[in-house]
Nanobody, 119 residues
C-alpha cells in the first residue's frame, strides 16, 4: 500500500514536498517514483529511482525537482521548487518490482495528491 501526501495550492515560484510511504510487503520493490497527470493529458513520469538506484527525471522538471528516499521509513519524497503553472497535476506515487529482464512483476499506485500552481 502506498500513502501519498503533501499536495496543495502554491503560487508560481513556490515549493512543495510530496511524501509517499510504502507499507505491507515491500521487500520486492526496487523501483519507486512519482508520475503526474495534468487535466486532459496522459500520465507521465516526473521522477523515479531505477532498480539500479539511479535517478531519472522528466526533462520538464530537471533542475527543479529532487527525488529522495528514506529506506528505513520506506518513504520516497519529491521536493519541488520553482513551481510553474504547468506543473499543476495529480501526482501519483508508484512502486514496482522489476526483474533483471526489465519485466514488471508487481506494480502499485498511490491514491494521488493534487498539486495546483497558480500564476
Amino acid at each position: 500500500q502506498l500513502q501519498a501526501s503533501g499536495g496543495g495550492l502554491v503560487q508560481a515560484g513556490g515549493s512543495l514536498r510530496l511524501s509517499c510511504a510504502a507499507s505491507g510487503s515491500t521487500s520486492s520493490i526496487n523501483v519507486m517514483g512519482w508520475y503526474r497527470q495534468a487535466p486532459g493529458k496522459q500520465r507521465e513520469l516526473a521522477a523515479l529511482f531505477t532498480k539500479d538506484d539511479v535517478t531519472n527525471y522528466a526533462d520538464s522538471v530537471k533542475g527543479r525537482f529532487t527525488i529522495s528516499r528514506d529506506n528505513a521509513k520506506n518513504t520516497v519524497y519529491l521536493q519541488m521548487t520553482s513551481l510553474k503553472p504547468e506543473d499543476t497535476a495529480v501526482y501519483y506515487c508508484n512502486a514496482r518490482a522489476v526483474v533483471k529482464s526489465g519485466r514488471i512483476v508487481d506494480d502499485y499506485w498511490g491514491q494521488g495528491t493534487l498539486v495546483t500552481v497558480s500564476s
